[in-house]
């Protein structure tokens, strides 16, 4: 495995690290109510992105850097290190367990966003993805992995940097044990949990615990013992002083048997207790039809002959035929949450109704090939193409007529506001995120029920709404306008952040 370290321009020298990366104005002087955030998350945007998590911890620290001085936690994968972003040693960490040393790297983004990147080569630096290597195999060792995260977002709250965070943000199961360290550590930084997507649990044995410095409480069904496992997850849970969730719908759903993943019980009671909140996301600013440059023909409301563009385009790149019937499209992980085998049920009707259907995903081998053989059956009419490409992505949300979204369950969802913005209505199950995202009719549609009847019933709506294009501009217009981007959805995150820490500063007086 070569070393990455080398291309990632790894500054050591103080002196060498100003004259490439002059200070900057602190945010602290210009406003004065902002908190020092340390955002803990496995996936960034521009870095390195499997799914929505990447999406939201790109956008959100920097909507939320108006108010805070907020910054990024992130392992130092080879994509990051090759990002060509200059790295600057700025602490050692020692090793813990069977948790190995590691460094933290500071690299300023050209916005002035302050990322900490957690450099432990044994750990991060290999081919492949975040969670496993490129056949879709997670890695054997993600519990150390993601312990070493966790650990290290407590080291930096307990101040071995000169920047000390006042409150730690974790996110979904990479970095749920940070919460937990920091109460082990019987630190007082409190600390907000997000929870992403609550399927993925980061389960291991408890054999491992010992490997991970954890504590003899952890293995209580109090703490993370969770049936005969250890769960990264339950331990954000139970140790951070807030969870959120990305939707109010999702919020409320997890707290029950059919969305709680064997958590609900734990969820419910937080819940009632005032600690479990739903905070919906937004989008980042770059989803402008008219000015994004992913697009070959950007478009503003009412510029339907300039989206019809993009949409041969997208006939080209999939091997369609160019028909006057609507475009579908899906752009989606292929995993069974996303309800794919659903959309290959009512494939051949969609076919039959004049439609064609482009899809983009990757992910679970079986779905794949279930889905290019599907493409093999209808040539010219349903194409599909395995792969994660950001710009092919952009370009079917702007030449589709409608999405697919018929997901079992969705924390929020990012591709239906996407789509929405890019003038396609989403047509999804009525559930978490997606029912508050989208207005049955008027910004989409939405159906009730997770089978196929249903699901078609919906599509056929759509059909019927393409065959009267004043209704459908109506609506695509609706559409556009409905996505809320970040600046407008941050509030509650910091009213959040400030209450916590206010109760925070009850507490210590009190303890006086
Ligand atoms: N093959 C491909 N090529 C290019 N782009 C692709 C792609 N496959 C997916 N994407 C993109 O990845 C993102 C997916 O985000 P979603 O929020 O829709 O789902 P995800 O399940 O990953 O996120 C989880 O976390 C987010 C964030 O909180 C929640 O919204 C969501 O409900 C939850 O399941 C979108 O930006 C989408 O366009």
Not at 53 to 75: E, F, K, M, T, Y
Not at 309 to 333: K, T, W, Y
């Amino acid at each position: 495995m070569g070393n990455a370290v080398a291309t990632a321009r790894l500054v050591e020298s103080e002196k060498a690290a100003t004259l490439l990366s002059p200070p900057r104005l602190s945010v602290e002087s210009l406003h004065t109510d902002t908190k020092k955030i340390l955002f803990v998350t496995s996936e960034f945007a521009e870095l390195v992105k499997v799914g929505g998590l990447g999406d939201v911890s790109a956008a959100l620290p920097r909507a939320l850097r108006a108010q805070h001085d907020i910054r990024v936690l992130i392992p130092g994968y080879r994509q990051v290190l090759e990002s060509g972003n200059v790295i600057r040693i700025i602490a050692q960490l020692p090793g813990q367990a069977a948790l190995p040393p590691c460094r933290i790297g500071r690299m300023d983004l050209d916005d002035g966003l302050i990322i900490y990147v957690l450099l432990c080569p044994e750990l991060y630096e290999r081919d492949g993805k975040p969670y496993g290597d490129n056949h879709g195999r997670d890695w054997d060792d993600n519990h150390i992995r993601f312990a070493r995260l966790g650990l290290a977002a407590a080291e930096i709250a307990a101040g071995c940097l000169s920047w000390q965070p006042e409150l730690v943000h974790a996110n979904d199961w990479p970095a749920a044990l940070a919460p937990a360290y920091i109460a082990w550590k019987r630190l007082r930084t409190p600390s907000v949990f997000t929870i992403h997507n609550l399927a993925y649990q980061g389960l291991c044995d408890p054999a491992c615990g010992p490997e991970l410095a954890l504590p003899a409480e952890a293995h209580s069904p109090d703490s993370m013992e969770f049936y005969g496992k250890l769960s990264f997850l339950k331990a954000g849970i139970v140790y951070a002083s807030h969870i959120t969730t990305v939707s109010q719908t999702y919020a409320r759903e997890i707290t029950t048997e059919a969305f709680g993943c064997g958590l609900q019980g734990l969820l419910k009671r937080k819940e009632e207790q005032g600690q479990l909140s739903g905070i919906t996301n937004g989008i980042d600013e770059s989803w402008q039809p008219k000015t994004d440059p992913h697009l070959l023909q950007g478009f503003q409301i009412h510029e339907w002959e300039l989206k019809r563009r993009n949409a041969r385009h997208v006939d080209e790149m999939f091997g369609l035929q160019p028909c006057e019937g609507p475009l579908f499209i899906v752009v989606s992980r292929l995993v069974h949450q996303k309800g794919l085998d659903m959309t290959l049920k009512i494939a051949d009707s969609i076919v039959a109704g004049g439609g064609r259907l482009a899809i983009l995903g990757q992910g679970e081998p079986a779905l794949e090939a279930e889905l290019l053989a599907l493409a093999v059956r209808h040539p010219g009419h349903i194409g599909v193409h395995i792969g994660f490409n950001e710009t092919d992505a952009r370009r079917m949300f702007a030449g589709s007529d409608f999405l697919l979204m018929p997901s079992r369950y969705e924390p929020c969802g990012l591709s239906q506001m996407y789509a929405q913005r890019f003038a396609s209505l989403p047509i999804a199950r009525r559930t978490g995120g997606l029912a508050d995202s989208i207005e049955d009719g008027v910004t989409g549609f939405l159906f009730q029920h997770g089978d196929a009847e249903s699901y078609f019933e919906a599509v056929q709506r759509a059909l019927n709404v393409f065959k009267h294009p004043q209704l459908l501009n109506a609506m695509r217009c609706q559409a556009m306008a409905a996505p809320q981007f970040w600046a407008q959805s941050v509030e509650p995150y910091d009213r959040l952040y400030k209450r916590l820490l206010q109760e925070q500063a009850a507490v210590r007086v009190r303890g006086r």
